[in-house]
Nanobody, 124 residues
Framework: QVQLVESGGGSVQAGGSLRLSCAAS????????MGWFRQAPGKEREGIAS???????NYANSVKGRFTISKDNVKNTLYLQMNSLKPEDTAMYYC??????????????????WGQGTQVTVSS
């Protein structure tokens, strides 16, 4: 059974940092495309970062240069290091699992398994 459990969210002031974790079970993160998404109130869920088997990390322009996606294959965990946080980064953050082959993008339609989310709030 595939499970994804996020943690590490919280409240932080603008300019601060947070690291989100996503513990995976039922499969190995090294064998699948993994991604981070976020959804702010009243907005669509957007893909912000992904990391695949055959291609390097992809980032949305809104987070490029500030966020870093990585995974620890031994701990079977996905991470999102978020630096220089802005109030507009406030959202519920979700990790997700995509497919096992091909190019790993941040398109929501390519991800079938989702965690329950962790809230990030950035105050000005």
């Amino acid at each position: 059974q595939v499970q994804l459990v996020e943690s590490g969210g919280g409240s932080v002031q603008a300019g601060g940092s947070l690291r989100l974790s996503c513990a995976a079970s039922g499969y190995t993160v090294s064998s699948y495309c993994m991604g981070w998404f976020r959804q702010a109130p009243g907005k669509e869920r957007e893909g912000i970062a992904s990391i695949g088997i055959y291609n390097g990390p992809n980032y949305a322009n809104s987070v490029k240069g500030r966020f870093t996606i990585s995974k620890d294959n031994v701990k079977n965990t996905l991470y999102l290091q978020m630096n220089s946080l802005k109030p507009e980064d406030t959202a519920m953050y979700y990790c997700a699992r995509g497919g096992s082959g091909g190019y790993c993008s941040t398109r929501r339609s390519e991800f079938a398994y989702w965690g329950q989310g962790t809230q990030v709030t950035v105050s000005s």
